[in-house]
């Protein structure tokens, strides 16, 4: 974390440099940065949107949280797509105490809706995130997985000029899936399987959906967001070295996500920033 600093710094002056001159030839009259730390400028309003008000990494949590809200006072706004009051999905990560820079939680934003489809599939398994874990998750599963006798879906989070579908088993496995593919097979999955990542997390929850999370070893975030939704008794997690197929039967024991339907946010009082 301490060495990337001085990138993160440049990046964020780079960013800061083009949106000047943005500004000036299009006659932006507001800007929304979703987590860009250089894309604001005092001549216009502008909001941060982030679930990180406080940035988790491990020993250097507090530096780490104290450096990007010195950076999102810069702006005129926070928006936090999350619930202010419980149950929340983002904990301590969006919700901080005595942060005064003017925040508004916005609610969950998720780009899927619930939709009645018949269950094609009993899991689906939906990987993501960088290598060598990615593919040692991969790996667990099919060896799990191969003598089930399950319907599986296994996207591998691969995204190559063309789809690429196989077969194993009963285990059918596919590179990428676009969106509406992706929304439409979480829908006929009777379980999801996934890594614990904000979005995912947003995303199932507006689709109300039965799931199993493997955080990714090491993401600080995703190890905490999985481990508060288990002790909440609402999702079930594990970590990735202790997973086994058996673990899946204890997913029935969880009451799920418990949150409010998922609205828009009301975007005239939003705006009125602008």
Known sequence: ???????????????????????????????????????????????????????????????????????????????????????????????????????????????????????????????????????LLEKLLLEKFKASGKKILLVQGIVEESQKWGQEGSITLVNYLKTIDLEKAINASELIICRSGYTSIMDLAALNKKTFFIPTPGQFEQEYLAQRLLEQNRIYSCAQKDFDYNKLALVENFFGWGVSENKAPNFASLFRIF
């Open 1 to 135: 974390m301490l060495a990337k600093l001085p990138q993160i710094y440049a990046a964020a002056k780079e960013e800061k440099k083009i949106t000047k001159k943005l500004v000036l030839e299009n006659r932006i009259q507001g800007i929304i940065s979703d987590n860009r730390l250089g894309v604001r400028n005092k001549k216009v309003p502008s909001v941060y949107i982030t679930h990180q008000i406080n940035v988790l990494s491990g020993s250097s949590t507090l530096m780490s949280s104290k450096l990007h809200q010195s950076y999102i006072k810069k702006f005129d706004a926070c928006w936090v797509p999350d619930y202010e009051n419980e149950p929340s999905l983002s904990g301590k990560l969006g919700h901080v105490n005595k942060f005064k820079t003017n925040t508004t939680y916005i609610g969950p934003l998720s780009r899927m809706k619930h939709k009645k489809e018949k269950i094609e599939n009993d899991i689906l398994v939906v990987l993501s995130g960088p290598d060598p874990q990615r593919t």
